[in-house]
């Protein structure tokens, strides 16, 4: 666009970067506590809001890994999701009590949070433009910021709430360029799994959610060939068990290092058993305490969790809903579903397939022929090799510092962001994933709506109405 034609940006109060689930509740919140006529800019280049790579799938038998009665928006009103869920659930379906510990669509998840950030701009003192752009630069100052869009100029911001999440990881292989169109796919691309011929072989690179709903798709799909998964541990997601936390006093974890937590909690989990409750039990009750865990832990045992602990931590902590976990269950029984442990080396085409070689730890290699291969390997940690020009801007002019391991960016305790002289900026708030660094939990709807709440009620206190 010509700097003729560029449309302008009027100054705003506050600027919203991103409009996944993050931003949304971000925005969702400003409506809510502005108490003038504020003006609130989001900017996002999807045309729907509220997706990001969880809510943009369309397909239903993609659902979230939280019960209805713990996925509200607002801390304030806990049951706001399962009222909207109640709300639009047909009449003769499941009834409240049973929709409460459902595992929903994640489809639905979006539209809620798009109903309730249009009742929040109807009831708002202030307004909400969403202009559909990119950032690519951001100047912060003590008094605010300039953002620089990719096709609006400039907008001069009096805050910032930077919601940008992360982006997917590519495929870790010797070959995967060069692999013929529409054979390499990525797992978020829900509409080209779902396109897979029935009875294509295929090999899904790592082990986690995404993978998860790769299967469920070919699975939905009567898939008849065979799905080979690859991933470093073989280790795949643990169910949901619904019933009560157990009820262990938590607060000594914090000052045990890393082995003695892992023996703490093993324990715990013996003894929940013990008393009658499923081992999920006993993670559950330090789910609240995910962050004091984390910023407890020495740098030392952070590196030693993240080098050894960390996948063991994710299927424990990032479960599935149960009748997931039995479908992929049944898959592995049939040997439909195999499991392989090892490292991806190459994908290469072979003729009319796809040649796989892996590394396992014995040192031993390992190859298999697919029609297809999946990436699966979930989302980039390092700010630095994310794809996204704004974070090396931020970070190349000295705005931001990577975050601790270098994952995401440093953040200040209450969210705002940290410049490289170790100075948090006054007007720029870190909301989500960049934050995991920092604080480990941070990219659940639980924290993510108390980042929300806390940035905007500080930027609000910091910029004079
Ligand atoms: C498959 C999957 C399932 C999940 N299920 C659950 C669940 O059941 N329960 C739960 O609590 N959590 C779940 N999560 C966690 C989920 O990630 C978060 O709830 C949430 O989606 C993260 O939102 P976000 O806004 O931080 O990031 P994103 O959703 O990634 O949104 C970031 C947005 O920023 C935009 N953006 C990026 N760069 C720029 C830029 N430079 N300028 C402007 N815009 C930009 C992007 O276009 C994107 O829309 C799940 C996650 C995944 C991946």
């Known amino acids: 666009m010509s700097a003729a034609t560029t449309p302008r940006l009027p100054p705003c109060d506050l600027a919203i970067i991103g409009g996944g689930a993050g931003g949304v509740l971000a925005a969702m919140q400003a409506l809510r506590q502005a108490t003038t006529p504020l003006r609130i800019v989001m900017i996002e280049p999807r045309d729907v809001l509220a997706q990001g790579a969880a809510y943009a799938t369309s397909h239903g038998e993609h659902v979230l890994n939280v019960p209805a009665g713990r996925m509200s928006a607002f801390d304030d009103r806990p049951a706001d999701f399962l009222d909207h869920v109640v709300a639009t ?16 669509e994640r489809r639905r998840y979006g539209d809620y949070l798009r109903t309730r950030l249009q009742e929040a701009i109807a009831a708002s003192h202030a307004s909400l433009q969403i202009v559909h752009d990119s950032v690519l630069e951001l100047d912060a100052r003590d008094d605010g910021a300039t953002l620089r869009l990719a096709g609006h100029g400039a907008l001069e911001a009096r805050g910032v709430v930077l919601a940008v999440g992360n982006t ?19 797992a978020w691309d829900f509409d080209a799994v779902k396109a897979i011929p029935v009875d294509a072989d295929l090999c899904i690179v790592g082990s986690g959610l995404s993978m998860v709903d790769t299967v469920l798709s070919l699975a939905d799909n009567g898939h008849a060939g065979t799905i080979h998964v690859l991933s470093r541990h073989a280790l795949l997601p643990l169910p949901h068990c619904h019933g009560p936390a157990a009820t262990y006093d938590p607060a000594p974890l914090q000052t045990m290092d890393l082995r003695a937590r892992m023996r703490f909690l093993r324990a715990a989990a013996k003894q929940a058993v013990a008393d009658g409750l499923p081992w999920q039990a006993a993670m559950e009750r330090i789910r609240p305490h995910g962050q004091a865990l984390w910023q407890s832990m020495s740098i030392a045992d952070q590196r030693r969790f993240l080098r050894h602990v960390v ?42 397939c796809l040649r796989v070689t892996t590394h396992t730890r014995d040192g031993r290699t390992d190859e298999f022929d697919v029609d297809y291969v999946v990436n699966a390997t979930g989302v980039e940690m390092r700010a630095q090799t994310m794809r996204n020009p704004l974070l090396h801007d931020l970070l190349g002019k000295g705005h931001a510092q990577a975050g601790p391991h270098g994952i995401g ?9 940290v410049d490289a002289e170790g100075n948090p900026q006054p007007r720029v708030f870190i909301l989500g994933s960049l934050r995991i660094g920092c604080v ?12 929300a709440e806390t940035a905007v009620r500080e930027l609000f206190a910091a910029v004079p109405a």
């Open 440 to 451: 480990w939990e941070s990219i659940a709807i639980p924290e993510l709506r108390g980042q």
């Open 89 to 104: 659930t047909p009449a003769g379906g499941p009834d409240r009590e049973t929709l409460a510990h459902a595992f929903i």
């Open 311 to 352: 996948r063991q931590w994710d299927v424990h902590r990032h479960r599935i809903a149960p009748e997931v976990h039995a479908k992929l269950q049944a898959l592995l029984d049939r040997g439909q579903l195999r499991l392989h442990r090892g490292r991806l080396d190459t994908v290469m085409a072979e003729g009319r």
């Open 168 to 186: 997917p990881k590519p495929l870790p292989a010797r070959g995967a360029p060069q692999l013929p169109e529409g054979h390499s796919i990525a």
């Open 409 to 417: 960016l440093k953040a200040a305790r209450d969210g705002r962001m």
